[in-house]
């Protein structure tokens, strides 16, 4: 079974210092991976996301997350964090294998930057 | 683009009735997944449909909950009779099957209160 975890419930920076949001899974088989915000009353956003190639991979708004295999990380980074970051992130793993389609969420963190 | 269109945004009903939640894809998109969002919970996945067909229902909670595609531009989920625990955020989610890894694009979502 694969599986999501993020150890933050949430993560408080300061506006314009860099933010870094955790994640580690664990799937059968490479992974994709993927990054969400959501925020208040809106469904969610993507942001980025590795299937393969470079480690480092970037998306939207500025961020960026590092797919480190040997320690099944992928964690949400942003080198100047602004207020209007503040969101629920989620981080989601799905299986890299032929027919494989679940995409499983980690429980979410609560990011909030502080003016 | 429109994006994914779900209806209505908030229901609040009384137990015992019967609720509807309805969601347009993105045209073109052959995959569309039910997510169920609460607080306790996170985000769960209730069912996939591939080409308007059931592939996992293993999520749906119980015999109450049903969902159907009848064509690649609507589906619907239903719950009869509903209970309170069944308040929570419920997510249409689409995504083009078979090519390298797509990204989920999600919907408002709508709020169902039972009261």
């Known amino acids: 079974a694969q599986s999501v975890a993020q150890p933050e419930d949430q993560v408080n920076v300061a506006e314009g210092n860099p933010l870094t949001v955790k994640c580690t899974y664990s799937v059968s088989g490479n992974p994709y991976l993927f990054w969400y915000v959501q925020y208040p009353n809106r469904g969610l956003q993507f942001l980025l996301k590795?299937?393969?190639?470079?480690?480092l991979v970037k998306g939207s708004y500025g961020f960026e997350a590092e797919f480190n295999k040997s320690q099944t990380s992928f964690h949400l980074k942003k080198p100047s964090a602004l207020v209007s970051d503040s969101a629920l992130y989620f981080c989601a793993v799905r299986g890299a294998g032929a027919g494989s389609y679940q995409l499983t969420f980690g429980k979410g963190t609560k990011l909030s930057v502080i003016p | 683009d429109a994006g994914v269109i779900q209806s209505p945004r908030h229901e609040v009903t009384e137990m015992g009735q019967e609720v509807t939640l309805r969601c347009k894809p993105i045209?073109?998109?052959?995959?569309l997944f039910w997510y169920r969002q609460t607080m306790m919970r996170g985000l769960e996945l209730l069912i996939y449909f591939n080409n308007n067909v059931p592939i996992d229902d293993s999520g749906m909670p119980e015999d109450r909950f049903s969902a159907k595609m009848p064509n690649a531009s609507f589906s619907t989920l239903k719950i009869q009779p509903s209970e309170p625990r069944d308040s929570a955020v419920y997510f249409c989610?689409?995504?083009?099957?078979?090519?390298?890894?797509?990204?989920?694009?999600f919907g408002e979502g709508s709020r169902l209160t039972v009261l």
């Open positions: 989610a689409s995504t083009k099957q078979g090519g390298v890894a797509g990204e989920l694009f």
């Open positions: 045209s073109g998109h052959n995959s």
């Open positions: 590795y299937i393969t190639g470079d480690n």
